[in-house]
């Protein structure tokens, strides 16, 4: 079985200050980890995915997350905060051998104050 | 560009009402998905199907069905609308990424 815990419903960041968002996971499998972004309004966007390649994983608007296994965390982070960043963001797990239906967390809303 | 189309942004029913949300995509997925999103709760699965007159169920069923005629087309059904079912309807396509359509937001009054 699979899951996703995000950490902190909401996140206070100050613009231009550090961005990191907690996730946890668990899966039976190696698992495939996402980030997605969802602004007022809209549906989700893919940030970025891990898919066993590269543990470091770049994605869109300078946003990466580094997979650690022994940890069994996905945290987002961003250098610098920008105020079109405020949104809400979702970490997801899937077991990638097989299904690829994904587990998301409960999602952490971005609060970023000029 | 993938583009996941759903039939209303914002839908208000009334109480034992039956609800059609549709969902129509161009990129001739053949996964398609059903979530609600709550707050405090992030997406719950529905329903999902594989292909054509093929559907699943997820986490959360009770009180929906779908129905998949066409590949391109999904559609959700409420067959009699609660005041528990006013949520954040997101379809969903998947090709190893998933794609979302904007939501519907549906008030059950």
């Known amino acids: 079985a699979q899951s996703v815990t995000q950490l902190g419903s909401h996140v206070s960041v100050s613009e231009g200050a550090l961005v990191l968002l907690r996730c946890n996971y668990s899966?039976?499998?190696?698992?495939?980890l996402f980030w997605y972004v969802q602004y007022p309004n809209q549906g989700l966007q893919l940030l970025l995915k891990y898919t066993s390649a590269a543990t470091l994983v770049k994605g869109i608007n300078d946003f990466e997350a580094e997979f650690k296994k022994s940890e069994t965390s996905f945290h987002l982070t961003k250098p610098s905060a920008h105020m079109s960043d405020a949104a809400e963001y979702f970490c997801?797990?899937?077991?990638?051998?097989?299904?690829?239906?994904?587990?998301f967390g409960r999602g952490t809303s971005l609060i970023v104050h000029p | 560009d993938v583009k996941v189309t759903q039939s209303s942004r914002y839908l208000v029913k009334r109480t034992g009402e039956k609800v059609f949300l549709e969902c129509v995509q161009d990129m001739d997925h053949e996964n398609m998905f059903w979530y609600r999103q709550d707050p405090g709760l992030g997406l719950r699965l529905i329903y999902f199907?594989?292909?054509?007159?093929?559907?699943e169920k997820g986490d959360i069923p009770e009180g929906y069905s779908v129905s998949r005629e066409k590949k391109e087309r999904f559609s959700l059904i409420l067959e009699s609308a609660s005041t528990n079912q006013t949520s954040m309807y997101l379809c969903a396509t998947e090709d190893r990424d998933m794609y979302f359509g904007p939501g519907t937001r549906l008030t059950v009054t």
């Open positions: 199907s594989y292909d054509v007159k093929m559907k």
């Open positions: 899966s039976s499998v190696p698992p495939y």
């Open positions: 997801a797990v899937s077991e990638g051998g097989g299904s690829y239906i994904p587990t």
